[in-house]
């Protein structure tokens, strides 16, 4: 296999006031992939579609509140570019967490990921079986000492 891969990652970080802050990104990947004048490779479908196995565009965007009465908000949005190759569409995931200082060194949370979404593909495959990332929902009680 011969070939070239280009792509840029670029982020931002915003303290949009002193309780809130905004991150954000975005990739862009383009590869270009060949088998080799050598290879005995047949020509199947996996060595056309190989450049086409990842997505070539993902953003993402996370916002950080601090409420009142020791009180967190965060939610993160995500968009992954559909994969060609693998007959995957594009998504969109959403996730929430909302987050309660109990004490100097105690933190409950409450997150939920893939909110709006009951589940969506992130690959297929032939080989192994490729369920869908489903919502899902968790508590998380952090101690630090």
Request: aromatic share 14%.
């Amino acid at each position: 296999m011969d070939g070239k891969v280009y792509g840029v990652e670029v982020s931002a970080n915003w303290n949009v006031a002193d309780h809130w802050k905004l991150a954000g990104g975005y990739t862009f990947l383009q590869m270009q992939l060949h088998p080799e004048a050598s290879s005995t490779s047949t020509g199947d479908l996996f060595d056309e579609a190989l450049e086409d196995y990842s997505p070539h565009n993902q953003l993402h965007l996370r916002s950080y509140l601090d409420l009142p009465h020791d009180l967190e908000f965060d939610t993160a949005i995500y968009y992954v570019d559909s994969l060609f190759g693998m007959d995957v569409p594009s998504y969109i995931r959403c996730d929430a967490r909302l987050g309660w200082h109990i004490s100097k060194n105690v933190k409950l949370s409450a997150v939920v990921q893939n909110l709006f979404d009951s589940q969506h593909p992130e690959f297929r495959s032939i080989i192994v079986d490729s369920g869908e990332i489903e919502r899902s929902f968790f508590v998380e009680l952090t101690y630090r000492f």
